[in-house]
């Protein structure tokens, strides 16, 4: 189970029964995800296991526990091997009392969406799906405005309030009863309801506990019967339970009887208390920054990225669940069938080696939507779109009618033991009445903002940064120093890391080169007369004290900082993220050597600074002193020491590295290529495909003029994208079949030759047809 270190035998495991024991470590023997530090904050108390041992089993839980962006992502992505089965299953199994209990009003809790298989799932998914659709959910926003301005009518003057009880809970529960077409009856009975449901699914109920919930549970079963047998009655009736209702009498065997009765008690909880805990959440993270707050406050367009930037750091679903269905891998590390995985979304989503600076509220992160909080692939949150259309009206009428709101200091926020919703009980907040900007300008009430359905656009969120210094660092090389116009912290960055500066119409990446413990951020602008423009730009208009945008940081050209042996390699301006690295192992104490290749020492931009600080370690080949770089020489010996390269620099250095390396172990040589002249997508002489996807049951065309990614987008299925040039490889989608035309700098040839993944920005079909698991 994971590394080797702090070796126990534990009793328990139900793998490694064998003589000598299971290599349970200690941390992996003392996970508990009911403990008091996990509860307030499950990314902190992962750490270590992100760090050292990111699949490992909890002898204590039962489950193995993934922590890692990147596999929590694999497992939500494959619903075969990893299936969703368990997802409201009891954690703790019920006492036979509380058995009784259920059993005597005949709870039959079974399949709803979520824990549905295929293909049963994606039938049922794709029947009940309109309800969703962007459209749709317009059409809500005037009744979800309105009962919002109620709710703040209500107590805007009274300087103090809990907005949990005020209207983060409410309103959540008016609206998902609405969606679905249930009447709003009985909502103390829903609240007592829904919170019992969630202890006895996540929680961990005493004996006692037990008995209680177990009545309300099924209590709240016979209320969802009696609701769906009132609403069959109405046949004519609005809303997504009545649809399913329909869908139910027109094709029994997809929409059956069992799902709509499960499904009406779900499907309560999961509109609204989910909703009700991710906007507290949001409020709370944004008010315990009063920087961001104020920014908020006064540019309401941050409002869509910062409330994916919240539910990426404070999301109200930590953890979900999957049962293996074989024997198969995670990480490298071996998982039997039928192994219970607990995948925890909160540490994934803190996780930097995905999020640059992952644990850093950052409400210009460009990255932020590709959180796991809504779950990922087939399954994904129906309801995703709904939850923020709320949460991004809470947030506005509250940051525009009651900007000088704070936190109320005397308050200590609790967390109810659940394994997955997360949220605090109550969030008390204050103000002076007398300050209220309504006061002087009452038509400030009616104004609003209104955000396009759906995930914020990556290409929209930049941030405004000043130039703070210019300075000319070689021939046609400038240093610009840029920071943030009011003070707000820059996020903190790692060597390798990158910027995209948005610069009149251009937006180019500029690797960060200066201290990462500046406040600001240092980079450097190679003139390039033959280029699209954006360099040019920067060195003949942009002046100190001018303001620009930029997105960023990301990462992805990350040091392996552990490596025995480090060999830095840098063409031209390809210098800028190598410095960086080389400042790192210096600091760190590695063993390093950094070597610069450039034409003429004039336009070799740091050369000073890298000798004057990496002295002996440092050198430097100038192909017009005759001292160009020998590069089989300098790569000779790589193999056999552990060494890692890290090299940037111009197409024809790293081809010609690549093919030096090519006999050396997998992953020794890492680089990044310095784009001069980025390609864009589209070739002459490109034609028409046609695409089916697997997972979604749909077959597309994309036509000569588009990509692939765009296509699929525009039919509603989210996959990530960035640089959309090729070079990041954060759009990869899996190929089922078909030959791949691949334009991407992302795979290596042996990743290519063996098929199976693709950069859906750039990269095209070889033939007619690809099938892609999507
Ligand atoms: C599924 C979270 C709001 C309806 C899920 C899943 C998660 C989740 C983690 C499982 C995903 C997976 O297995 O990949 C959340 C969060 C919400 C939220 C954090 C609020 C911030 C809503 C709302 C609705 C809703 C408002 C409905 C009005 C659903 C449905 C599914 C689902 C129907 C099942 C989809 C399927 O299995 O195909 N949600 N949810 N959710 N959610 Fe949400
Ligand atoms: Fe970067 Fe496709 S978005 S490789």
Redesign the pocket.
């Known amino acids: 189970a994971g590394t080797e270190s702090n070796l126990q035998t534990p009793s328990g495991c139900p793998v490694h029964a064998a003589p000598g024991g299971c290599p349970v470590s200690t941390q992996a023997q003392a996970f508990d995800p009911f403990a008091a530090e996990y509860l307030a904050n499950p990314a902190a108390a992962l750490q270590w296991s992100r760090d050292q041992e990111p699949v490992f089993f909890s002898p204590q839980l039962g489950y193995w526990v993934v922590s890692r962006y990147e596999d929590v992502k694999a497992v ?1 992505r494959d619903n075969v091997t990893f299936s ?1 089965s368990i ?1 409201l299953e009891r954690v703790v199994p019920p006492s036979d009392e509380a058995m009784e209990t259920l059993k005597r009003y005949n709870y039959q809790m079974n399949r709803t ?2 824990n ?1 298989d295929e293909p049963a ?1 994606m039938e049922r ?1 794709r029947a009940l799906m309109e309800h969703f659709l962007p459209e749709n959910l317009a059409a809500k926003e005037d009744m979800i405005r309105q009962l919002t301005r109620q709710k703040v009518d209500a107590f805007v003057d009274s300087g103090r309030v809990d907005l949990v009880e005020a209207m983060l809970w409410e309103i959540p529960l008016t609206v ?1 009863l609405h ?1 679905l077409g249930v009447p709003k009856e009985d909502m103390d009975a829903l609240k007592e309801f829904s919170v019992a449901h969630t202890v006895n699914t996540w929680g961990k109920p005493s004996p006692e506990q037990q008995l209680k919930v177990a009545d309300a549970v099924g209590r709240f079963w016979q209320y969802a019967g009696t609701v769906l047998e009132k609403m069959r009655r109405e046949p004519d009736g609005t809303g997504w339970m009545h649809h399913a209702i329909r869908m139910n009498a027109e094709i029994p065997e997809v929409v059956t009887d069992s799902y709509l009765h499960s499904m009406m008690m779900a ?1 309560i909880v ?2 609204h208390e ?2 009700s805990l ?1 906007s507290t959440n949001a409020l709370k993270l944004l008010l315990s920054d009063r920087l961001v707050w104020e920014r908020i406050c006064k540019t309401p367009e941050l409002i869509p990225n910062a409330i994916e930037e919240c ?1 990426r750091l404070e ?3 930590v953890a ?1 669940r999957r049962r293996a269905t074989r024997d198969t891998e995670i990480a490298g590390v071996a998982i039997p069938a039928e192994a219970k995985l607990l995948i925890v979304s909160a540490s994934a989503n803190h996780d930097s080696r995905h999020f640059e600076n992952g644990d850093f509220l950052d409400i210009y992160r460009d990255s932020a939507a590709e959180h796991l ?12 779109n ?2 923020r259309l709320e949460m991004r009206i809470f947030i506005e009428e509250l940051s525009r009618r009651l900007p000088h709101m704070r936190l109320s200091e005397d308050q200590q926020f609790s967390y109810l033991p659940n394994l997955a919703f997360r949220g605090p009980q109550q969030l008390l907040v204050e103000w002076d009445p007398a300050l209220n900007p309504e006061r002087s300008d009452p038509a400030l009430v009616d104004r609003r903002v209104s955000f396009p359905i759906g995930a914020p656009s990556s290409k929209e969120i930049a941030r405004t940064v000043r130039v703070a210094d210019i300075t000319e660092a070689a021939d046609g090389i400038r240093i610009l120093h840029l920071e943030d116009p009011d003070g707000l912290a820059l996020p903190a960055w790692s060597p390798g890391a990158h910027v995209d500066l948005v610069a009149g119409e251009f937006s180019r990446k500029y690797s960060l080169c200066g201290n990462p413990s500046d406040p600001g951020y240092t980079i450097a602008v190679l003139r390039e007369d033959k280029g699209r423009g954006g360099s040019r730009f920067i060195h003949d208009k942009v002046t100190k004290g001018m303001t620009l945008r930029l997105r960023g940081p990301k990462n992805y050209f990350r040091l392996e900082e552990e490596a025995d042996h480090h060999l830095l390699i840098a063409g031209g301006i390809g210098i800028t993220p190598i410095i960086a690295m080389a400042d790192r192992l210096k600091q760190l104490g590695r063993h390093y050597t950094v070597h610069y290749c450039g034409r003429k020492r004039t336009a070799m931009a740091f050369a000073e600074r890298l000798l004057a600080e990496h002295g002996a370690r440092a050198v430097l080949h100038v192909s017009e002193e005759g001292s160009g770089a020998d590069l089989a020489s300098i790569v000779a010996g790589c193999g056999k020491s552990g060494a890692r390269i890290h090299a940037c620099g111009p197409a024809r250095l790293l081809d010609s590295l690549g093919e030096l390396c090519a006999n050396l172990p997998e992953g020794t040589l890492r680089s990044e290529l310095f784009v001069t002249d980025a390609s864009g997508a589209a070739q002459p002489g490109d034609t028409a495909f046609e695409i089916e996807l697997e997972d979604s049951d749909l077959n597309l065309t994309v036509p000569a003029g588009q990509t692939l990614l765009e296509v699929v987008r525009a039919a509603g299925i989210d996959v990530p994208s960035d640089c959309e040039e090729g070079l990041c490889g954060s759009c990869e989608v899996r190929v089922l079949d078909g030959g791949v035309d691949h334009r991407d700098r992302v795979l290596s040839a042996s990743e290519r030759a063996e098929g199976g993944r693709m950069m859906a920005c750039c990269s095209r079909a070889k033939g007619q047809k690809l099938r892609l698991a999507l």
């Open positions: 939500f969703p997802a969406l979520v549905e799932h998914r998902a969606f499907i999961a509109g989910t909703t991710a539910l999301g109200s679903v979900w909080t809504f779950g990922y692939g087939s399954h994904q949150c129906m309801g995703k709904f939850a």
